[in-house]
């Protein structure tokens, strides 16, 4: 039977040479985030890590994290642009492992497509060595999926999974955070890698594509949406070795937005209110919310407003983290402190035993209340105030 035949793969729509041009292309890039941990170099069937290193830990844990980019894909296919995607997979992915306070050790992606574009292929997988090298996780291995009648020819959707590690000890969280503890926001990039379906219902509702050019966004409407996720790993890595016990727990802002994903790291019985007024949520929002005639208050538990990543830290080393993180490049502020007392019926539908003996004389006003999510019972957070202007 020829090659030619209609029961050939090819016929069929799938097409192997090109998805092996596709790794050839992205070769170096992958192998240049591999250290001497990473065995067998690119193309094997697994992808193989030294450890050993781990003996030296008293109790080694490993973290683990899988995310995608959602519909952010959407637009890199509509204006077929792919560099920056693989950051965004890069910053959903390996930004959940620093949470826990684990420094993050290898990666592997997935990507699936209606066709396989050997180019476009290996600057997605570009994308995320780069992220990979800047926050020192090696990416060791991958798999290109053509799915030929299930996608469309130029269609794509990326995920990917990595593997970190952490000393019990040093484990951040919860079960670290006491009264009084300041809540420390650092800025974001944009809208990162979440809301990007409302973002593309209000653009559809006025007409507006995505290679449209808009004095509103400042730039071609695409590109200026596809500014890449900020990666933190590697500053909080730095922050957490020169500055060891002054972060208790972090938390990152994906998807559910500030409060909800600060709320996970909190214990029950503590309470936060965070202050609108300590930043100026980037313009991209406020275009995005003026063209739905709606107001930022109303997507906090949709988009990131500017912050993409938060530390509670202790209160006396509030101000040298902020330094660190600044001096580091991440525009940080205080955005709250925590408060461990308890919430009752006057100040809204939550509540629970104190964590510690309450102040009577500390209490937040009335109001609504994020109280843990994805399944954490945790705090209770919400913001109050008016946004700087």
């Known amino acids: 039977m020829t090659e030619n035949s209609s ?40 992808g193989l890590f030294d450890v050993s290193f781990l003996k030296a830990y008293e109790r080694p844990l490993l973290a683990t994290s899988t995310d995608g980019v959602g519909t952010k894909v959407a637009i890199a296919q509509a204006i077929d642009k792919h560099d920056t995607i693989g950051l965004d997979l890069v910053g959903m992915v390996v930004d959940d492992i620093i949470v826990v306070g684990a420094k993050p050790l290898f990666m592997t992606d997935y990507i699936a497509c209606g066709r396989v574009v050997p180019e476009r292929i290996a600057d997605i997988v570009a994308g995320i060595a780069l992220g990979c090298s800047e926050t020192g996780t090696a990416l060791v291995g991958g798999e290109t999926a053509e799915h030929p009648g299930l996608l469309g020819p130029d269609d794509y959707d990326v995920a990917g999974a990595a593997v970190g590690a952490v000393e019990a000890d040093a484990l951040l969280g919860s079960h670290r955070v006491t009264d009084g503890d300041i809540v420390v926001a650092m800025a974001s990039s944009g809208l990162h890698s979440n809301g990007y379906s409302l973002v593309r219902h209000i653009l559809g509702q006025r007409g507006i594509g995505f290679s449209d050019r808009s004095e509103d966004f400042g730039g071609v409407v695409g590109e200026v949406l596809l500014e890449p996720t900020r990666l933190y790993t590697a500053p909080l890595l730095r922050l957490l070795d020169s500055q060891p016990g002054a972060v208790h727990a972090l938390s990152h802002v994906t ?17 936060v209110e965070l202050e609108r007024s300590t930043w100026s949520p980037p313009s991209v929002f406020r275009v995005l919310s003026h063209m739905a005639g709606s107001t930022l208050e109303s997507a906090e538990g949709t988009w990131n407003l500017g912050i993409g990543m938060i530390a509670v830290v202790a209160q006396a080393d509030a101000e040298p983290v902020i330094a660190a993180l600044a001096a580091d490049g991440i525009p940080s502020w205080q955005l709250g402190t925590v408060t461990m007392s308890e919430l009752d019926a006057s100040v809204g539908d939550w509540a629970s035993p104190p964590a510690r003996p309450a102040d009577p ?13 994805k399944g954490v019972d945790g705090g209770a957070v919400r913001l109050v105030g008016a946004y700087k202007s």
């Open 7 to 46: 029961s050939s793969y090819a016929a069929a729509g799938v097409d192997t040479a090109a998805g092996d041009l596709a790794v050839e292309l992205m070769k170096a890039a992958v192998s240049r985030t591999h250290g001497p941990e990473v065995f067998g170099g690119v193309g094997g069937f697994a």
């Open 255 to 271: 998807g559910g937005g500030i409060a909800a994903n600060l709320a996970r790291v909190l214990p029950r019985g503590s309470w």
């Open 361 to 373: 004389s500390v209490r937040p006003e009335p109001g609504a209340w994020a109280q843990g999510a």
